[in-house]
């Protein structure tokens, strides 16, 4: 199938107010510029150099989101094209990003990066420590960034229970905050998470961003 076909394909069984977030990580320019000319406009990219340099070459309607572990040395580098950055995953690199944008003068939304896999290697707070941040105040006062929700990735793995039960997680932890900590920031209303092989069960839980590459794109070529 196209890439046009996939795009129809997955964004017809979402349902209403779901959002579909193409990651084009690794593809070329071209690959992109065909999801566009579909109808797509929120692109994902995880690496800050792949991002700056697609970026420029591309329509300017494009909404890029950055979903990999962001460098606090690489934050200057995608600040300038990203509307989103769903991968805060500590209390420094928010201070940072908020920095930037300030110095910039532009303002960037961000999603707090929920550790809730098994695999030690995935980033994110710990549901724990972020309600612990959220009392502290780490959330409050930021001029230059809108803290619109949440984002997580589930463990690689076939038992979908258990990738079930980690959504779950992120869904209750994204209430809790959103009740206790965002009454007054309407803009809290994103729970991103669900990849091509698990987008399913993360919509069944609440997710309104899926983050989808294979099923669009086709296989990466690293
Ligand atoms: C690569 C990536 C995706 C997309 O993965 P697919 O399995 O290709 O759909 C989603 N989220 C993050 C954070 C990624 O790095």
Redesign the pocket.
């Known amino acids: 199938m196209s890439i046009a076909q996939n795009i129809e394909h997955i964004t017809k069984q979402l349902p209403q107010g779901v959002k579909l977030v193409a ?1 084009s ?1 690794f593809h070329p320019i071209e690959r992109l510029q065909e999801a566009y000319d579909a109808g797509q406009r929120i692109f ?1 990219e ?1 690496r800050a150099q792949e991002l700056a340099a697609k970026a420029p070459k591309l329509p300017t309607d494009i909404e890029w989101h950055f ?2 572990h962001l460098q606090k040395n690489k934050v200057r580098m995608i600040t300038p094209w990203t509307s989103t950055i769903q ?1 805060i995953d500590s209390k420094e690199l928010l201070q940072l990003v908020n920095k930037e944008a300030a110095r910039i003068n532009r303002h960037i939304n961000v999603l707090l990066q929920l550790h809730v896999a098994k695999e030690q290697t995935k980033s994110g707070f710990a549901v724990d420590e972020i309600l612990t941040a959220a009392n502290e105040g780490t959330f409050n006062n930021l001029s230059n960034v809108t803290i619109a929700g949440v984002m997580a ?1 589930a463990t690689f793995t076939d038992d979908i229970e258990q990738v079930a039960r980690e959504f779950e997680l992120v869904h209750n932890t994204f209430l809790t905050l959103r009740d206790k900590h965002f009454a007054d920031n309407p803009n809290f209303k994103e729970i991103s998470m669900g ?3 698990d987008w399913h069960i993360a919509v069944q839980h609440g997710a309104t961003l899926v ?5 669009i794109f086709g296989a ?1 070529e690293y």
């Open positions: 990651v990580k994902g995880n979903i990999g991968s990735m990849m091509s092989d983050r989808i590459g294979t099923d990466r």
